[in-house]
């Protein structure tokens, strides 16, 4: 059975930083696409930020690209996504996703994924 159980967010001041985990189950990082999206208030989700476990390449959308690195722990199963710089437009709900194809960061980002995580909210506010 494939979960991921995302974790880390909250209310955090601009310019600040949070570490969002997301640990999967039922399967193993080292070969599907795994990801982050998000999706603010009356906005569309859109993936921030892929990586391809079988080569690790990432791809990040224009949005959070130098802010932002996504990274897996293959021996603990889970995967990070590190945000810096945090902007208030960054506030979303933020989900972990995976494709277990074996689909590029690229394509994962731009066309979804096969399972999706819980979201875990992110406020970026003074």
């Known amino acids: 059975d494939v979960q991921l159980q995302a974790s880390g967010g909250g209310l955090v001041q601009p310019g600040g930083s949070l570490r969002l985990s997301c640990q999967a189950s039922?399967?193993?990082?080292?070969?599907?696409?795994v990801g982050w999206f998000r999706q603010a208030p009356g906005k569309e989700r859109e993936g921030v930020a892929c990586?391809?476990?079988?080569?690790?390449?990432?791809y990040y959308s224009d949005s959070v690209k130098g802010r932002f690195t996504i990274s897996s722990d293959k021996a603990k199963n889970t995967i990070y996504l590190q945000m810096n710089n945090l902007r208030p437009e960054d506030t979303a709900v933020y989900y972990c996703a995976a494709d277990l194809g074996h689909s590029s960061s690229y394509a994962l980002c731009h066309n979804g994924p096969s399972n999706w995580g819980q979201g875990t909210q992110v406020t970026v506010s003074s």
């Open positions: 039922g399967f193993a990082l080292d070969r599907p696409a």
């Open positions: 990586l391809s476990t079988w080569n690790d390449i990432t």
